[in-house]
């Protein structure tokens, strides 16, 4: 048999006796292969040295070997000097001015350096425990950032009996290539039992720096434990963070932060009820983790009111916008992560929006929203999103926009004022790409506009019409202006479709109505180069009497050609001057034609009744 179980006696053994004089070898090694959790580990070089190994007899052991391992990798030298002390009945081990040392790779941490020392005793039958003396530091490098713990436990007891501890301190530091945070954990005292056990008031400092963020916090909560259930639970937490930085609002960030966590340990599991308040923002959170390897996140936000732009740096007038700058979801690659978020009122990159709903799901290297959907510009949107965390990643958009107000829209988020209305937007887009600019380069997909009761800012296609009229006399020849923002074309109805490929948004069916005109066109918007190539077709259907004399009901029925080019910041538009006395000429030779046929026929009539 490969069970050891089954080479042993099912009768009750007698208690196995120790008694060993001493322990000595010299490059001695081990390994264990565990082929159910995949784990494999050597222990190679090992130098050992004990005194007198008797049950129950104090006795002295030196240790020195290299380990190495994976799952979880582990590559280090050892070496403990220690009193030990051992009943094997009672599974009663002490240590005592033990000494440490590690160096090498372990915890997810290369370059370690570890040194503990102090007394250890375990009573594992009765689970009690008894920490003097102990002290830990521990010096790492995890990826960029330079990791540097201690541990201060002067007195810690653990027992059926009673809980009983001194003041204990965990300091950390981390230092990073653009910051540096130091956290101190302090608990001052332990009541109780192993049973159920307390802390009166756990404390948490922070301070630190990440960029221009200057970071100080606090954290207290009482505590409560159990060895027989394997839990904490911080039961009344309280929390303050202010967040300071010159680029940002002058009274910096003030988070306050209320609720409970417990952890269990034998489910592996951590959940929390939390209350907060982000300056002007109240905040509900439940939160929760499981496992405690390879975790996944849930969450359940509900916010009353946001708005992000308070956090952000303010733009600068003449500021232009990075299109080379990175896009970077590397950070969420590994997370793993279901939940929802409620806002009331949220403002983020000057858009206003309320009752926001978020579904969010992350997991496999993608992340994803839906739905996605909020009330705005008296109207509302629903939809999806996707990206992968990919270096080049992959992104997809789906929304409806329903009875939305376009104009103040436009305005609050790109801040253009080029199209006004009332009604319908939807698209369904996708790209990919490692900057904003290859990613407006490469997008794809298709979109609708169907707007009542608006505008086309930028040009009044009636007064240029007449306008251009002055010029009939030419033989050719076009009128160019730029947009001006005081002038526009209204119109009751408009209407458009666009298929979208390479960034280039391709139209052909344009329809907008007034009472004046009718508008039809093709063309294209290249959102990759921002620039625009459209031909737009007007047709005078009402006349223009009123709105420039009489001269201009000549112009009803006719079809100029309107063409609009150039960046979007600096549109242009050109009128097909020559086109339009064709036209007109057209108009008028036809008028002939009609007047001549009309006259004939009230000849004949004439005529026939003589």
Request: charged share 25%; aromatic share 4%.
């Amino acid at each position: 048999s490969t069970n050891i179980d089954d080479l042993l006696s099912k009768e009750e053994s007698a208690q196995i006796k120790f008694d060993i004089t001493g322990v000595k070898i010299k490059r001695g090694s081990l390994n264990f292969d565990d082929r159910m959790g995949k784990r494999k580990l050597t222990i190679a070089e090992l130098d050992l040295e004990s005194g007198r190994m008797k049950d129950n007899t104090h006795t002295d052991i030196a240790l020195d070997f290299k380990v190495t391992g994976d799952n979880p990798r582990i590559v280090a030298q050892v070496a403990v000097k220690s009193g030990f002390l051992f009943v094997l009945l009672d599974k009663h081990y002490v240590l005592d001015d033990l000494k440490l040392k590690l160096n090498g790779e372990a915890l997810g941490l290369s370059q370690l350096e570890l040194n503990a020392k102090g007394d250890i005793d375990a009573q594992l039958n009765s689970q009690a425990f008894a920490l003097k003396g102990l002290k830990l530091d521990l010096k790492g490098n995890r990826a960029a950032d330079k990791i540097d713990l201690s541990l201060n436990a002067p007195k810690l007891i653990l027992t059926d009996a009673k809980a009983e501890s001194s003041k204990l301190t965990l300091e950390i530091k981390i230092q990073q290539a653009n910051g540096k945070l130091a956290a101190t954990l302090t608990l001052p005292d332990l009541t109780g039992n192993a049973k159920q056990f307390n802390v009166s008031q756990l404390s948490l400092d922070l301070d630190g720096k990440q960029g221009d963020n200057s970071i100080k916090g606090k954290l207290t909560s009482p505590l409560t434990g159990s060895l027989d259930t394997q839990t904490l639970s911080l039961t009344k937490l309280a929390a303050n963070l202010d967040v300071a930085n010159p680029k940002l609002r002058k009274d910096g960030i003030k988070l306050a932060l209320a609720g409970d966590v417990r952890a269990d340990f034998a489910k592996q599991q951590v959940a929390a009820s939390l209350n907060s308040k982000l300056d002007d923002s109240a905040i509900q959170a439940t939160l929760g983790m499981k496992p405690f390897a390879n975790p996944h996140f849930n969450f359940d936000i509900s916010i009353d009111q946001l708005d992000v732009d308070r956090y952000l740096p303010p733009k600068a007038k003449d500021e232009k916008s990075q299109p080379g700058s990175p896009i970077d979801l590397s950070g969420l690659k590994s997370l793993n992560a279901s939940g929802s978020v409620r806002i009331g009122q949220l403002k983020v990159a000057n858009l206003k929006s309320s009752n926001v709903r978020l579904d969010f799901k992350a997991g496999a290297g993608r992340v994803e929203a839906n739905p996605l959907s909020a009330n705005l510009y008296q109207g509302s949107m629903k939809g999806a999103f996707s990206a992968t965390t990919t270096a080049s990643p992959k992104i997809a958009l789906q929304q409806n926009l329903t009875g939305i107000s376009v104009g103040p829209l436009l305005k609050d988020l790109a801040d253009k004022d080029l199209l006004d209305g009332h009604g319908n937007v939807s698209f369904n887009i996708n790209t990919q790409g490692a900057t904003a600019s290859a990613m407006k380069k490469a997008l794809s997909g298709s979109a609708a506009v169907n707007l009542q009761d608006g505008a086309i800012k930028g040009i009044n296609i009636a007064s240029t019409l007449r306008s251009a009229q002055a010029k009939l006399g030419m033989q050719g020849g076009s009128q160019t202006q730029a947009a001006s923002a005081t002038e526009k074309t209204d119109f009751s109805e408009l209407k458009a479709s666009f298929s979208i490929n390479n960034g280039v948004a391709h139209n052909e069916d344009l329809s907008a109505k007034s009472p004046l005109l009718r508008l039809a066109g093709n063309g294209d918007i290249n959102i990759g180069a921002g620039v625009m190539d459209y031909l737009t077709k007007a047709t005078v259907v009402g006349s223009l009497e009123g709105q420039g004399g009489k001269e201009s009901a000549q112009l009803k029925g006719i079809t100029v050609p309107v063409r609009v080019t150039g960046p979007f910041d600096a549109l242009k538009y050109k009128v097909d001057v020559g086109a339009l006395a064709a036209e007109s000429a057209k108009a008028k030779h036809d008028g002939k034609k009609t007047e001549v046929k009309e006259k004939v026929q009230e000849q004949m009539q004439e005529k026939l009744k003589g």
